[in-house]
């Protein structure tokens, strides 16, 4: 079973909405660092929203319009995406990592990758 199972991808027209899911496997415990990461082509992949005991952060870019949660049970994680812009295309990736780290974004220190969900968005 792998790790972490993305879904919820898809093609939306600017302003519009999407809402990612993360199946989360028993290999990742409850105290992980879970987070959610785009890579548009080309470029490096950045961080999105992550979260750990109902602590939350987001990219400067999310500006409010994205939200990260978790169910009760811990067994996936969601990335609710609203009022989207076409610079939200990309590959959508969810992530893990046990470790406590300076940067919550910082991609190299994640142990866990999701093999991605794609996100495309028309003007």
């Known amino acids: 079973q792998a790790p972490l199972v993305e879904s919820g991808g898809g093609s939306v027209q600017a302003g519009g909405s999407l809402r990612l899911s993360c199946r989360i496997s028993?290999?990742?415990?409850?105290?992980?660092?879970m987070a959610w990461f785009r890579q548009v082509l080309g470029k490096e992949r950045e961080g999105v929203a992550g979260m750990r005991s109902g602590l939350k952060y987001y990219a400067d870019f999310v500006d409010g319009r994205f939200t990260v949660s978790q169910d009760n049970a811990k067994t996936t994680l969601y990335l609710q995406m609203n009022n989207l812009n076409s610079e939200d295309t990309g590959m959508y990736y969810c992530a893990a990592r046990r470790s406590r780290e300076n940067r919550w974004d910082a991609a190299a220190t994640f142990d866990y990758w999701g093999q991605g969900t794609q996100v495309t968005v028309s003007s």
């Open positions: 028993t290999t990742i415990s409850s105290d992980h660092f």
